[in-house]
């Protein structure tokens, strides 16, 4: 009770945009990330690549809406006029410039970082295409195939430029006549 | 050296626009409202990924983050009173913290009367009647702000109804809280996904030949 009562204080003194903004990015990079892993219609390839999106995304929101509000809240004195009565208008200042601080988080900071760090988060999710379609051929036969004419490469004939050891990939690859 | 034009700065400083940011609806509107701009721009821009799914992800995002908009506007103020009325019942358990309460919803009434009293004077038929510039509007209206400033400025310098504007604060952010990180995703899939098969924006992996 106590514990709220403060919170409700401390809020009701001066609200700091902050207060609401950092607990909606928490909560949402728990649940969205929940939500789209359960939802059944769609691949789990994507579902994955989604969830690891917006997960992300939040994570990095966080830290950002904080670094952003504090830095502008700096730029308070430059922005408040000298005068009568200046430590009531450097709090307004720090108010509204720590709000455009996060302003300026969600419309570009964030955003920018999520495609700075996205490509580099999801080369830990990858996994490797083993389907043999993308692999018409083993790698030795590849280093045997590289200076033969196209059509031994297709027709599965007797082909001279391939050692016995070597052998393509027939499930379903390159096509070719059969013979 | 002036670097910041007064204007600015006098924007800047002004305790109205202090008092407007620190609004937890308005500052989780304005935000959502910027998302909604900035995400999708920035996944255009984004090199690493093809055209195809550029597109589709630019305009899911943009879906997304309007249903969200929507939705918020249209919960939340219903929520907020909720879990106001929730928090205040929890907290009036102690006496003090009753009497705190009580003075905050005494002075919120004056200002929610001087609002019902400018809402009802103009309506629709009275502007139709008496014109936009009716002196009875105008009154009512300008009674209406100087309620609202007279109240805020109490707020400020007596302490005691700390208490309850941080309870209607607080009933904001849980509000906002369940509304964009549970409700929205939920119901934004049955919204975002028919509207994009309805604009012809197919999963980029489905229809992929085997």
């Keep these: ?179 | 050296m002036k670097v910041i034009p007064t204007p600015i700065q006098k924007f800047v400083s002004d305790p109205r626009t202090a008092e407007f940011v620190e609004n937890t609806i308005i500052a989780v509107g304005t935000e959502t409202a910027l998302k909604m701009i900035g995400r999708p721009t920035f996944i255009f821009l984004d090199k690493e990924a093809d055209d195809k799914k550029k597109k589709f992800a630019a305009l899911k995002e943009f879906l997304y983050q309007t249903t969200c908009l929507g939705l918020y506007l249209t919960i939340v103020p219903a929520v907020k009173e909720l879990s106001y009325k929730a928090l205040s019942y929890i907290l009036s358990k102690n006496p003090k913290n009753k009497e705190s309460i009580d003075m905050f919803n005494k002075e919120a009434e004056v200002v929610k009367q001087a609002k019902k009293r400018y809402t009802k004077s103009d309506k629709f038929i009275n502007r139709l009647i008496n014109g936009k510039k009716d002196l009875a509007i105008k009154k009512a209206k300008e009674a209406w702000k100087k309620a609202h400033s007279i109240f805020e400025e109490k707020i400020q310098e007596n302490s005691k109804l700390h208490l309850g504007k941080g309870c209607h604060e607080l009933g904001a952010v849980i509000g906002s809280v369940i509304t964009l990180a549970i409700i929205a995703p939920e119901i934004s899939h049955f919204i975002v996904h028919p509207l994009m098969k309805f604009l012809g924006f197919e999963h980029p992996y489905k229809n992929k030949k085997n």
């Excluded at chain 1, 514990?3 to 950092?22: H, S």
Aim: proline share 8%; net charge positive.
């Design chain 1, 1 to 179: 009770m106590n514990i709220l009562e403060n919170i409700c204080k401390t809020i009701g003194k001066k609200n700091n945009p902050l207060y609401t903004v950092v607990p909606i990015a928490i909560c949402k990079g728990i649940f969205r990330p929940i939500f789209t892993l359960s939802d059944k219609k769609q691949e789990p390839e994507s579902k994955k690549y989604a969830a690891v999106r917006e997960g992300t995304t939040e994570l990095v929101a966080i830290p950002s809406y904080i670094l952003m509000s504090k830095l502008t809240e700096k730029l308070a004195p430059a922005f408040s006029p000298e005068g009568k009565s200046i430590e009531k208008v450097l709090k307004n200042s720090k108010t509204t410039l720590g709000f455009f601080g996060i302003c300026l988080a969600a419309l570009v900071v964030i955003p920018e970082l999520c495609n700075l760090v996205m490509p580099h988060v999801l080369k830990l999710f990858k996994t490797k295409d083993k389907s043999p379609q993308n692999q018409p051929f083993t790698t030795e036969t590849q280093l045997t195939f590289r200076n033969m004419p196209k059509y031994y490469q297709y027709m599965q004939v007797y082909n001279p430029y391939i050692t016995p050891i070597n052998k393509p990939n027939n499930s379903g690859g390159g096509g070719g006549m059969k013979i």
